[in-house]
């Protein structure tokens, strides 16, 4: 019958051209996007930073550096437009299964002699191809253009490379979640609800279960809750360069060099495994779901009852208890028995509203809101239960308190009023805080000290956050490092009453003081640092500085001072002064050393080096102002008579440091600030001893508060 | 050969197709009757390894369909509503399906989409229903394949063109040897063109016939007997499907051979005797209404 037989030629190509030729528009936007991204991005990129580079006279070095960061962070592993890979790929799957949706498309192609397999992998292959040959092709099209216009180096182009590694990474993990989608659904717009849902679940699970921890849990450490490098999106995990950029700032536009790079990869290679291994899994199922599709599931909502009845108990929970978190915003207190009632109610009803609007939606029928009563039943049971194991700490997240022989190491952080801003030894060029180089860096192994201070910090944070206007100790985080390779943080209160020779264990050890003072961990300031800072000792009435080339024998002498460091030496001793350290390259860094009595070395390193102002006296002084603080007001009054003035520095102390201090014996209603002759301010107000405010001083606030009172009926009858 | 063998589906708790077991001969014409709902496309899709059988099993030259890209490549199936590709021409669907099926003609196709007076160039949104309907039943004779499947293809056709799609079919039997099998829920559509008829009613066979025999072993007979006597003697021994009488006249529908009928009247004395031509609609309904079932309301209409 036929006149000429066919050429059969080979069935994987003959499918490629075919569903090319029925995606030319999804190739189109590909390509446009591969070309603008790539070539002509990075062409503009070039041209613009050699156009700053003549305008701003930079050195050929200069410029080549700055041409290298264009370049580098556009299409290296720092490019932030990773959420375009997971767009192609949601809409790639979905658009090439999406025959599966329609009866009248499955008649056509299913009934066509081709295996069900043989289309699933060319359609698979088919969507990788249209977004790997345009990204490749694109890829090598920039770094050739890079290469000729003299902005690429071998960091660069390795950082390169590995972009497109990632790039392939991400795009199959979200590519096979993105099938998995339509694997699971009926047509196209569930389809998409359901690739949102696959790709934001975990993170949203995350969020819901920390904004919970943080509500109700008093011992709930922020510090904790930083991200993990990876969950089982692919959208999260391809934004694990974002993350460490945001922790390591200074990357986000520098010149990497290999290290760096290293440092980088080592942070996202565990999210790029995790990205391989849920894409395998993903499609593993995709393909198990495939070969049981059956040709009229086409036009449901979701197919198989099971994943109905998760994704409406979990969808329906998570609204509850987000519906749960805004109600509670209402409420001044999340724990109050008010509070508890309204978010309890309204957790359970948003979770059965939610709960029936789903099933309606399967169904496409609005009377279904009561169909599977004990799927409604099951979802409002789990939001209460959930809300009650936070709300009453089912899970003893407050009481825990690891055994000794679980935790490997400790640390621990006081929440102190100087602070730390110094490079990362293995970094010079990166800041870090004191809060994360105590967390971090602090390797505590006295564990039965710690834990003798965290007990009963842990029962006085519980008591504090319930009555937190009385303060009963020093705020603290602990950070156990247990051997099990976990990280547990806890936010404590370690109570004033505590022995202090527990404290002085912790506080006198080796460990502490490393992880705590950056004079131990200073060899990059050391190196680098002091040749651009400024040294500073401030007694509170007066600073001198000198120049930063005066760190490295300060920080001798004052290592040796903190050879009696502890807490009893703290607590006991009032600070005289503090000396500051600041700098600006190779990068920001501030450190405040507080200096007390005992420090013989460091006071006569700062006498021989003339950092060390004279005694400030009441002849100095120009005038004091106390100033009266109340609940809804206060009141001032000046004093410039030298007895007066005289007077008052008798009865006051100036707190320059109050680390491990207790508010007890110091008035901290009354706030004295001085004036000095020179027409200086002091840098430290006073504080009244506790019970010893003169009585001139008592008087003049009286006096001046009903001045003030006067002057306040005058206007309210003026107006 | 198709056979199929207890094939049941189900929708939910509908069951589509219950317990079918159906032979279609080779070089025949299958007609496949049924209203709507009766589950001739359910059918249809599982003959085209469309959709898979919850039961039973279906075997084309003996061997199972489902995702047999091999048994395949002899069928072309050709739904109510055919998919094209979106502002194809007809010429692309073609090439389309030269590289799907290896016997694919395109020579044949520009030649009937001339004499259909349908523009291959043109794009297929801009074809009328029935025009898409001609152009899916000519990319289906242009496969090549042995085993054509039409679901009610022929209703949207006008009468010229049925009978010009009628005649390829025909022509495409003789010389290659096609097996169409056509679903209509109108016995008029195809009764002249099939060989053989399945009768579908919600999802169960209520009858499969060879034209021909059933034409053959059922006859209409007008008569008048002189006697209740001669009445029992003649029609002792007969398959009576139906009887009506109207004064003296009796009209019966009776299962056997004209020369059998022929051969007991005979023997009897009759005031007229004559045995009349039997319409294929009379066949269906005397065989239909024998099992309890009135078909004139559903495939009559």
Known sequence: MSDTKNKQGNHFFILQRQLCRRRLWLIAAVVLYMVMYYPVAVVMLIARSNEVAKLQNMSPELTLSQRL??????????????????????????????????????????????????????????????????????????????????????????????????????????????????????????????????????????ALVQSFENMFYKTYCFYGQRNSSFLLSPFYNAMAPSRWINSNYYFRYARMNLTQLKDLLSYCWKADLVSILVGATFLAISIALYRKRKAEYAGMTILY???????????????????????????????????????????????????????????????????????????????????????????????????????????????????????????????????????????????????????????????????????????????????????????????????????????????????????????????????????????????????????????????????????????????????????????????????????????????????YPEETKAEDIEGMTVTEYTD????????????????????????????WKDSTGVDYQYGISIALKQGEASYFSLNFREGEIPAFVLKGLEENRVQNDDGEMDDDFLK | MIETMNLTKSFDDCMAVNHVSITMNDKEVFGLLGTNGAGKSTLLRMLAGVMQQDEGTICIDRKPVYDNAEIKRNIFFIPNDFYFFPNATGREMSKYFAEMYPDYSEYRFGKMMKDFGLDPERRISAFSKGMKKQLSLILGLCSGTKYMLCDETFDGLDPVMRQAVKSLIAKDMEDRGLTPVISSHNLREIEDICDHIGLLHKGGVLLSENMEEMKTSIQKVQCVFTSDE??????????????ETRGRLCTLTIRASREEIEQHFRCVSTVFFEILPLTLEEIFISETEVVGYDIRKFIMD
């Open chain 1, 632 to 659: 809804n007001s206060s009141s001032s009054a000046e004093f410039t008579e030298t007895e007066e003035i005289q007077d008052i520095l008798k009865h006051s102390m100036m707190l320059v440091s109050s680390n």
């Open chain 1, 305 to 611: 009852r099971p994943v109905r009845t998760v994704i409406r108990i979990a969808v329906s929970v998570a609204a509850g208890l987000f519906a749960g978190q805004v109600i509670i915003n209402l409420f001044n207190s999340p724990t109050s028995r008010t509070g508890t009632v309204f978010m309890m109610v309204g957790i359970v009803f948003v979770t059965v509203l939610c709960s029936g609007i789903v099933e309606m939606v399967y169904e496409l029928d609005i009377w279904k809101f009561f169909v599977k009563f004990w799927e409604i039943a099951a979802a409002a049971i789990l939001a209460a239960g959930i809300f009650v194991m936070f709300r009453y700490d089912l899970l003893g997240y407050d009481r825990y308190v690891p055994k000794e022989s679980e935790v490997e190491s400790a640390a621990l952080y006081v929440y102190n009023d100087n602070s730390f801003y110094y490079p990362m030894e293995q970094n010079a060029k990166e800041s870090t805080g004191d809060e994360t180089h105590v967390l971090e860096d602090m390797k505590l192994t006295d564990i039965s000290s710690v834990l003798a201070v965290t007990g009963p910090g842990m029962e006085l944070q519980r008591e504090e956050s319930d009555d937190s206007n009385a303060a009963k100790g020093w705020g603290a985080e602990v950070c156990y490092r247990m051997k099990d390779g976990r990280k547990v943080y806890r936010s404590i209160t370690i109570p004033y009453s505590l022995d202090p020779d527990v404290l002085d264990a912790i506080t006198g050890s080796i460990e502490y003081k490393e992880g705590l003072i950056p004079v131990y961990s200073d060899r990059a300031v050391s190196e680098t640092a002091e040749k651009s800072g400024t040294l500073t000792f401030c007694n509170g009435f007066r600073s001198l500085s000198g120049n930063g080339a005066l760190y490295r024998e300060f920080a001798k002498a004052y290592r040796k001072d903190l050879e009696h460091y502890s807490f009893r030496q703290m607590n006991e001793e009032n600070s005289i002064g503090r000396v500051s350290f600041e700098a600006y390259r190779p990068c920001y860094m501030s450190m405040d050393f507080d200096v007390y009595p005992s420090y013989e070395n460091t006071i006569a390193f700062l006498q021989s080096n003339g950092l």
């Open chain 2, 230 to 243: 001669d009445k029992e003697m003649a029609l002792g021994g007969l398959e009576i499907l139906s009887s």
């Open chain 1, 69 to 206: 960061v264009e370049v580098g962070t556009w299409i290296g592993m720092r490019q932030g437009f990773l959420w375009v890979t997971v767009l192609m790929a949601v809409i790639l799957a979905i658009h090439g299964f999406s025959y599966l949706f329609s009866m009248e498309k499955q008649d056509f192609y299913e009934s066509q002699p081709i295996s069900r397999m043989e289309r699933f992998w060319s359609i698979y292959a088919n969507g990788f191809l249209i977004f790997e040959i345009p990204l490749v092709i694109g890829m090598f099209l920039s770094i050739v253009l890079a290469m000729v216009m003299n902005g690429m180096s071998m960091v660069t182009f390795v950082d390169a490379m590995l972009e497109l590694v990632r790039l392939t990474i991400i795009f199959f993990s979200s590519y096979s979640l993105g099938i998995l989608a339509v694997m699971l659904t009926g047509n196209l717009v569930v389809s998409g609800i359901m690739a949102v849902l696959l790709m934001f679940a975990d993170q949203a699970c995350v």
